[in-house]
């Protein structure tokens, strides 16, 4: 076999690089001396400010150098690993020289905006320096820990950075010695006083750090007593409600978790029912029959894989129910079950398009099983009905009401010639 032909060279010829091509060193040194040397000379004006950092993007490698521009920003200088600054290079304009108040740290978060709004590429750094910088809060001033606290929450409030940069705080180091505690609470009491609550769960939700507030406690006071203790004493009444809901949403699933176990191994309605009370007799987090009955209602709904053929579909689930319909009848004894468990109904029905002509065959088996009664059915015709698709479901009832209400009157003039005699 012939050997290769060898690709000819260029000898003693230089290639040279193009100058796209070329990599500078990475110089942050310099980079922060231009910084704050433009900084300093504005003598605190953010007008001046914003513009010598919007004009100075255009010649400085934002891109390259965001972390210790926004080490700039917030600490006023370089932080080394551990959070110590430079001793040299830095400027008193920035969040950690700022009084811990409010109208002080939004001009900061104002110019944050700007910034970000003219080089968008910022925004991820951004989040990652926070991140960083939570991770070093044991080297920073009690004031320094308040004015980051105050300027991180009006960040979160504006939506300028997600809710979870705040997972450094679950750093065991910080949680031992109680610099997370410490810290979340002044973060909440700020973040509170721009957003509701519910909107503030709703980012915790989102980041899935709506379970893990209670390990923002030491050790030794991570218990659920220690928690309300320490948020209701730091008023943030709205914190302990609010985790106290998130624990009972995990007793719940906890226990739909069981039921589908249980119901895929067939085991008996006792068992089931058994399993459902322990739950409703728990010192704590202990759930009521209208969790039950939505539960059971969920788990037994989707313990089926339902027929496609909607002709097929209303004696599948029927037939289905007929199975489990006493599972119900313990926790559907008053009212305001019963109401919860229409709703359900209507809500799945709608929510699976198949299920539409079906919904008032339901209604009718549960009526004839004494699981739903009378004054349940007309109340959720009347008033108590969602919106889901309620034109809907209340023409599919309207014939069962129309003959409830006639039976309803029919019983009450039969009764009174009786309580006439009386």
Not at 159 to 164: K, V, Y
Not at 194 to 223: H, N
Request: hydrophobic share 40%.
């Amino acid at each position: 076999m012939a050997n290769p032909k060898e690709l000819p060279t260029l000898a003693g010829v230089k290639v040279r690089t193009r100058k796209r091509d070329e990599k500078t060193k990475y110089d942050s040194t310099t980079f922060c001396e231009q910084i704050v040397e433009g900084i300093n000379k504005t003598d605190g004006n953010f007008d001046e400010i914003t513009k010598f950092l919007d004009q100075s993007g255009s010649t400085l490698d934002y891109r390259r150098y965001a972390e210790p521009l926004f080490d700039i920003l917030i600490a006023g200088s370089m932080l080394a690993p551990g959070g110590k600054r430079e001793a040299v290079i830095r400027t008193e304009f920035c969040v950690f020289s700022c009084e811990p108040m409010k109208e002080s740290i939004r001009a900061h978060v104002q110019l944050l905006v700007k910034l970000l709004r003219r080089y968008k590429y910022l925004q991820k750094s951004l989040e990652e320096e926070v991140v960083k910088i939570l991770k070093f809060l044991k080297a920073f001033s009690d004031q320094e820990r308040r004015s980051l606290a105050m300027y991180i929450a009006l960040c979160l409030s504006e939506n300028h950075i997600p809710a979870s940069v705040v997972s450094s705080l679950f750093s065991e180091a910080l949680v031992k010695e109680g610099v997370s505690l410490e810290f979340a609470t002044l973060l909440f009491q700020a973040w509170l006083t721009e957003r509701d609550i519910s909107a503030v769960g709703s980012a915790l939700r989102k980041a899935q750090l709506e379970g893990k507030l209670l390990e923002l406690m030491p050790p030794s006071k991570q218990s659920i007593e220690h928690f309300e203790e320490h948020f209701n004493a730091a008023n943030l009444e709205s914190i302990v409600k609010f985790h106290k809901s998130q624990e009972n949403l995990a007793v719940k699933k906890k226990l739909g978790d069981e039921i589908d176990e249980m119901l895929e191994a067939q085991a008996s309605h006792e068992e089931i029912l058994e399993k459902c009370q322990q739950y409703i007799s728990a010192e704590e987090g202990g759930l009521t029959d209208v969790d039950i009955t939505v539960i059971l209602w969920r788990s037994i709904m989707n313990a089926v894989e339902w027929n496609k053929k909607e002709e097929l579909l209303a004696e599948q689930a029927l037939k289905h129910l007929k199975q489990h319909y006493e599972l119900f009848i313990p926790f559907t004894h008053r009212g305001t079950p019963q109401l919860t468990l229409l709703i359900k109904m209507q809500e799945f029905c709608y929510e699976n398009m198949n299920f539409m002509k079906v919904f008032h065959k339901i209604v009718l088996h549960f009526y004839k099983s004494e699981i739903l009664s009378e004054d349940a059915i007309l109340k959720w015709y009347n008033e108590a009905h969602s919106d889901k698709g309620k034109n809907v479901f209340r023409a599919q009832m309207k014939k069962m009401v129309e003959w409830l209400q006639s039976a309803e009157e029919e019983s009450d003039s039969e009764s009174q010639p009786q309580e006439q005699n009386v």
